[in-house]
């Protein structure tokens, strides 16, 4: 199933970040300002622990004795040797035509959609009784990150 979720929305707040183990990579999902991105855990340099690196920003300068800081937290340095990618796209910043990080798309998604409550626990068959039971429902939104062999 290439179709995973990942975290409730609240658990990881504007600016935050969660790191996790999902079909047998490691990724960190990030909140930008209520939008999320993925990233794998895996810095295309030398596969260093990317997503626990230091985020910040740009600094741009369109010529000497002047610089504009932007794009503040959305810039992601690898905490090994300090190479940069922009969290949205995985683009690096230090060969840019060369060098990317794999992403994953997120979506949000209610937990009705994301929760089937008809579905046998895996491994499990059905059997022929029901007992009385009660409907449970989830509140609030989930993360969901498609990954792709
Ligand atoms: S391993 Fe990430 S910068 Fe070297």
Redesign the pocket.
């Known amino acids: 199933m290439p179709k995973h979720v990942v975290a409730r929305t609240d658990e990881i707040p504007p600016g935050g970040r969660k790191i996790l183990e999902v079909a047998g990579r490691s990724i960190g999902v990030f909140n930008l300002g209520g939008e999320y991105f993925a990233l794998r855990n895996r ?1 295309p ?4 622990p ?1 997503c626990e690196g230091r985020v910040w920003g740009a600094l741009e300068s369109s010529r000497p004795g002047e610089f504009r800081y932007s794009r503040g937290g959305e810039i992601l340095a ?1 905490i ?4 940069e990618f922009d969290i949205r796209t995985g683009q690096s910043w230090c060969d840019p035509s060369k060098l990317r990080v794999k992403r994953y798309e997120v979506e949000v998604e209610p937990g009705t959609a994301v929760v089937d409550p008809e579905a046998p626990a895996p491994g499990l068959v059905k059997g022929p009784y029901t007992a009385e039971s009660y409907p449970v429902t989830r509140d609030g939104e989930y993360l969901v990150v498609e990954i792709i062999p």
């Open positions: 810095c340099h030398q596969g260093g990317l690898c090994w040797h300090g190479w």
